[in-house]
């Protein structure tokens, strides 16, 4: 099993940027692929991007692709989401996800360990 703890998180104007970071133990973080997702109030849980465990592959999803940037560094055991240029419709919290699957998923069930999330606000 794998631990994540995220942080990050805060409230920043439309327009502003933030870091969120994920932090992992428990399991070689190389030898899997990490996830972001993010829910609002009332929505679903929906996908924001995922990294390879090499790095190499990094898809996104269409409403934060150029805007946001995901990253991980395999010394340090921790993954990122870089998210520039928000907007109001960005806020929601963020969570990371870990995947032991050699498929890189897009999907909450493609994923088998969860962060609590981190709030990130975003006003207009």
């Known amino acids: 099993q794998v631990q994540l703890v995220e942080s990050g998180g805060g409230l920043v104007q439309a327009g502003g940027s933030l870091r969120l970071s994920c932090a992992a133990s428990g399991r070689t973080f190389s030898s899997y692929a990490m996830g972001w997702f993010r829910q609002a109030p009332g929505k679903e849980r929906e996908f924001v991007a995922v990294?390879?465990?090499?790095?190499?592959?990094?898809p996104y999803a269409d409403s934060v692709k150029g805007r946001f940037t995901i990253s991980r560094d395999n010394a340090k055991n921790t993954a990122y989401l870089q998210l520039n240029s928000l907007k109001p419709e960005d806020t929601a919290v963020y969570y990371c996800a870990a995947s032991w699957s050699i498929r890189l998923g897009f999907r909450t069930a493609d994923f088998d360990s969860w962060g609590q999330g981190t709030q990130v606000t975003v006003s207009s």
């Open positions: 990294i390879s465990p090499a790095g190499g592959s990094t």
